[in-house]
């Protein structure tokens, strides 16, 4: 079969695999193949063994690789191969030098660029699919177009608003694919060819289309406005906890609000993945490089309230447990930083994990997805650590549970087996506000949602 289209993504992560994975299924007459620099994690995308956990990835995978689907270590010869170009590559906050801790490291995505430049033989579409500062497109332009030897890029930002854990579902039934270009008369012919490809599943009015930079921005700002509405509601449960108001009936009635909405107003230990805070980061930064401090603060206090909630989640378990946690054992139900993922990249359990260790708890880390990634996380760290699948075996002899991401299967647990099973007085500390709060009480547990008041027995 001649294939229509030739595409490559370079960036075989959380967002080029599922995202190839959903146009080589939707695109049969597209080729598509995914490079990464990384061999190991191009072996498991071959492998029955994904390198990503993600509801619907394996069906996806399976009916498409080695039909149209490929995935490979050959960048050299993908960017010669392939007319199309997704740029997929991760960019991180920066580390070091200026900027540290708040702007976006783009030496990954530069590193591509020239990638792109030294092997192309013949013009090509280049597609920002990573997440970047405004004006990224215009350093992309400038190292791309350096040469004259004939040979065209057009750049066209087209930023990904999938969320993982539900990651298939999004790519299949997306809000909204937003496509920015220059409005030359090249950009505009590039911009149709990307809207082409989208258009054989996505309806005609949910794809849009806008100029390069608000793309570029829109990305950074749909981010900062969902931390946004989460650092919102948490903040409240801080002032419900002293006001004996209840957060979810209080996000309830304000999400019945058409105006407001009812999405994103979960309270919890704060919001973790890798993206939120990095994104708002680098809109804080942006802000202050262009002199707007006043907007930066109002954006970076959306991060203060994040770290605020964490601890305080940390200071309401000191405070239940009688001002000590040292030589306690205290069961961690989740690890990854939501639930139906395996990642745990910022997850608020790494933070809540080592200051638990810090005071000198025995934590026991319980997770169905997440448990590799967490032992990583905790490599290095001082103190005693053990790992246990089964929720209810991992609690255990624990003087507390504390529950850290929503996944399902903590609704439906045998609580009277688990309470009986603990040390006494037994606390539960739920992060995610999922549990049967009374059920729990009447067993005999102590009872601490996030913003609600406390069901205790003393
Ligand atoms: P990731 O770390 O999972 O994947 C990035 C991949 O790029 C890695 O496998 C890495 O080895 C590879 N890579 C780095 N430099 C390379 C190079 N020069 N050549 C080839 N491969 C290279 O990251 P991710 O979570 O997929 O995120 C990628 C981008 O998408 C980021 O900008 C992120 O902000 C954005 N984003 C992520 C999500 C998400 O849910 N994770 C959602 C929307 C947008
Ligand atoms: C988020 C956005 O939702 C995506 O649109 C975006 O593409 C992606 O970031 C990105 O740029 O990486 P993701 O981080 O995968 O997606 O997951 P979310 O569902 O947004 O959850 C983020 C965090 O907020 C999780 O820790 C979650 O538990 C927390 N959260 C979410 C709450 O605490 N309360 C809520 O009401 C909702």
């Given at each position: 079969m001649?294939?229509?289209?030739?595409?490559?993504?370079?960036?075989?992560?959380?967002?080029?695999?599922?995202?190839?994975?959903?146009?080589?299924?939707?695109?049969?007459?597209?080729?598509?193949t995914?490079?990464?620099?990384?061999?190991?994690?191009?072996?498991?995308?071959n492998?029955?063994?994904?390198?990503?956990?993600?509801p619907?990835?394996?069906?996806?995978?399976?009916?498409?690789?080695?039909?149209?689907?490929?995935?490979?270590?050959?960048?050299?010869?993908?960017?010669?191969?392939?007319?199309?170009?997704?740029?997929?590559?991760?960019?991180?906050?920066?580390?070091?030098?200026?900027?540290?801790?708040?702007?976006?490291?783009?030496?990954?995505?530069?590193?591509?660029?020239r990638?792109?430049?030294?092997?192309?033989?013949?013009?090509?579409?280049?597609?920002?699919?990573?997440?970047?500062?405004?004006?990224?497109?215009?350093?992309?332009?400038?190292?791309?177009?350096?040469?004259?030897?004939?040979?065209?890029?057009?750049?066209?930002?087209?930023?990904?608003?999938?969320?993982?854990?539900?990651?298939?579902?999004?790519?299949?039934?997306?809000?909204?694919?937003?496509?920015?270009?220059?409005?030359?008369?090249?950009?505009?012919?590039?911009?149709?060819?990307?809207?082409?490809?989208?258009?054989?599943?996505?309806?005609?009015?949910?794809?849009?289309?806008?100029n390069i930079?608000?793309?570029?921005?829109?990305?950074?700002?749909?981010?900062?406005?969902?931390?946004?509405?989460?650092?919102?509601?948490?903040?409240?449960?801080?002032?419900?906890?002293?006001?004996?108001?209840?957060?979810?009936?209080?996000?309830?009635?304000?999400g019945?609000?058409?105006?407001?909405?009812?999405?994103?107003?979960?309270?919890?230990?704060?919001?973790?993945?890798?993206?939120?805070?990095?994104?708002?980061?680098?809109?804080?930064?942006?802000?202050?490089?262009?002199?707007?401090?006043?907007?930066?603060?109002?954006?970076?206090?959306?991060?203060?309230?994040?770290?605020?909630?964490?601890?305080?989640?940390?200071?309401?378990?000191?405070?239940?447990?009688?001002?000590?946690l040292?030589?306690?054992?205290i069961?961690?139900?989740?690890?990854?930083?939501?639930?139906?993922?395996?990642?745990?990249?910022?997850?608020?359990?790494?933070?809540?994990?080592?200051?638990?260790?810090?005071?000198?708890a025995?934590?026991?880390?319980?997770?169905?997805?997440?448990?590799?990634?967490?032992?990583?996380?905790?490599?290095?760290?001082?103190?005693?650590?053990?790992?246990?699948?089964d929720?209810?075996?991992?609690?255990?002899?624990?003087?507390?549970?504390?529950?850290?991401?929503?996944?399902?299967?903590?609704?439906?647990l045998?609580?009277?087996k688990?309470?009986?099973?603990?040390?006494?007085?037994?606390?539960?500390?739920?992060?995610?506000?999922?549990?049967?709060?009374?059920?729990?009480?009447?067993?005999?547990?102590?009872?601490?949602?996030?913003?609600?008041?406390?069901?205790?027995?003393?």
């Amino acid at each position: 079969m001649t294939m229509e289209k030739r595409i490559l993504c370079i960036g075989a992560g959380y967002v080029g695999g599922p995202t190839m994975a959903m146009i080589a299924s939707q695109c049969p007459r597209c080729r598509v193949t995914v490079v990464d620099i990384n061999p190991e994690r191009i072996a498991a995308w071959n492998s029955d063994n994904l390198p990503i956990y993600e509801p619907g990835l394996d069906e996806l995978v399976r009916a498409t690789r080695g039909r149209n689907l490929f995935f490979s270590t050959e960048i050299e010869r993908g960017i010669r191969e392939n007319d199309i170009i997704f740029v997929s590559v991760n960019t991180p906050t920066k580390s070091f030098g200026l900027g540290a801790g708040m702007a976006a490291d783009l030496q990954y995505w530069e590193k591509t660029a020239r990638q792109i430049l030294e092997f192309s033989e013949s013009s090509k579409i280049v597609i920002e699919k990573s997440t970047l500062p405004v004006k990224t497109a215009l350093a992309m332009e400038r190292i791309l177009n350096c040469r004259e030897n004939g040979i065209c890029f057009d750049i066209l930002s087209n930023p990904e608003f999938l969320a993982e854990g539900t990651a298939v579902h999004d790519l299949e039934k997306p809000d909204r694919i937003l496509i920015g270009s220059r409005e030359t008369d090249s950009g505009r012919k590039a911009r149709q060819t990307l809207v082409d490809i989208y258009a054989n599943w996505v309806p005609k009015e949910k794809i849009i289309t806008s100029n390069i930079w608000s793309s570029e921005l829109s990305k950074l700002v749909s981010n900062a406005f969902l931390a946004q509405r989460i650092s919102s509601i948490n903040a409240i449960s801080a002032l419900c906890e002293k006001a004996e108001a209840d957060v979810v009936e209080v996000s309830r009635a304000v999400g019945m609000d058409s105006r407001i909405g009812p999405k994103f107003l979960n309270a919890s230990i704060g919001f973790g993945g890798s993206c939120f805070k990095k994104d708002i980061l680098s809109l804080v930064y942006l802000c202050r490089h262009y002199g707007l401090d006043e907007v930066a603060d109002y954006w970076e206090s959306v991060v203060k309230i994040n770290a605020y909630q964490q601890e305080r989640f940390i200071r309401n378990m000191l405070g239940a447990m009688f001002n000590t946690l040292a030589g306690k054992r205290i069961c961690l139900w989740g690890f990854a930083f939501k639930a139906n993922t395996g990642d745990t990249r910022e997850s608020p359990a790494i933070f809540i994990a080592r200051r638990l260790l810090e005071e000198q708890a025995e934590i026991v880390v319980s997770d169905p997805k997440a448990l590799k990634n967490a032992r990583t996380d905790l490599t290095g760290i001082e103190g005693r650590v053990h790992y246990v699948e089964d929720p209810s075996r991992a609690a255990e002899g624990c003087h507390a549970i504390a529950l850290l991401t929503e996944w399902d299967l903590y609704r439906n647990l045998d609580f009277q087996k688990i309470f009986d099973s603990m040390a006494k007085p037994a606390f539960i500390f739920d992060g995610r506000n999922i549990l049967d709060h009374r059920r729990c009480f009447d067993i005999g547990f102590n009872v601490y949602p996030v913003g609600k008041p406390p069901l205790t027995h003393f």
